[in-house]
């Protein structure tokens, strides 16, 4: 059985392109979510997607968007990039709405 | 809104127990979960509690009291390397079943020699 895995591992992006991370959720699970970690802090919780629909969002501004695919993988698409973005993205994975998560490893993400 | 307070630091000595502490305010309330995560890691999930009571799993242990708000996760026979930051995740939601999870500021747990 295989975990999380996301990609790429490592991401540099100039201030105002866009970014797209990718994340194949453990076999099993339905239920995707994103989070944001910068350093010294704990994850923030971006969106969630379950059955390809988004069911939750955190306090995050419209340009981070996502998606969900038949097969539970998913995508978190940020536009417009600003220094902030700059962190650790994390996806995680569930088999429900309910229980703990599953984290891949992460994408650090540096805008310059 | 919705928040959780844990210490952010906390010393123990090697094979001692350690409890870290997780109070939080929130609507709505799925359950409380513990994440450990090692400098450079990703989060690894340790338990989740919906309900009252006490989970034991290996060393790991984790209380919640939904009427007080308030759980707990205790590390028993300690290990150096169990040094890490520990999470404590709350998942909230609506009868429609739309949820958000917030995570704490995270504990430092140092395990000395």
């Known amino acids: 059985e295989t975990g999380v895995t996301q990609s790429p591992t490592h991401l540099i992006k100039t201030r105002g392109q866009q970014v797209t991370l990718r994340c194949s959720s453990q076999?099993?699970?339905?239920?995707v979510s994103w989070y944001q970690q910068a350093l010294g802090q704990g994850p923030q919780f971006i969106f969630q997607?379950?059955?390809?629909?988004?069911?939750g969002r955190g306090n995050f501004p419209p340009r981070f968007s996502g998606l969900q695919f038949p097969n539970y993988s998913s995508e978190l698409n940020v536009n417009a990039l600003e220094l902030d973005d700059s962190a650790l993205y994390l996806c995680a994975s569930s088999p429900g709405t309910g229980g703990g998560y599953t984290f891949g490893s992460g994408t650090r993400l540096t805008v310059v | 809104g919705q928040s959780l307070e844990q210490p952010s630091e906390v010393t123990a000595v090697e094979g001692a127990i350690v409890q870290i502490n997780c109070t939080y305010q929130t609507s709505g309330f799925y359950g409380l979960s513990w994440y450990q995560q090692h400098d450079g890691g990703a989060p690894t999930f340790l338990s989740y509690n919906a309900l009252d009571g006490l989970e034991e799993t290996g060393r790991f242990s984790s209380f919640l009291s939904r009427s007080d708000s308030y759980g707990y996760l205790l590390l028993q026979e300690l290990q150096m390397k169990d040094s890490a930051s520990y999470f404590c995740?709350?998942?909230?939601?609506?009868?429609?079943?739309?949820?958000?999870?917030?995570f704490g500021i995270g504990t430092k747990l140092q395990v000395i020699p």
């Open positions: 076999s099993g699970h339905n239920t």
């Open positions: 995740a709350v998942r909230m939601g609506n009868s429609g079943g739309y949820q958000k999870v917030t």
């Open positions: 997607y379950y059955r390809e629909e988004e069911n």
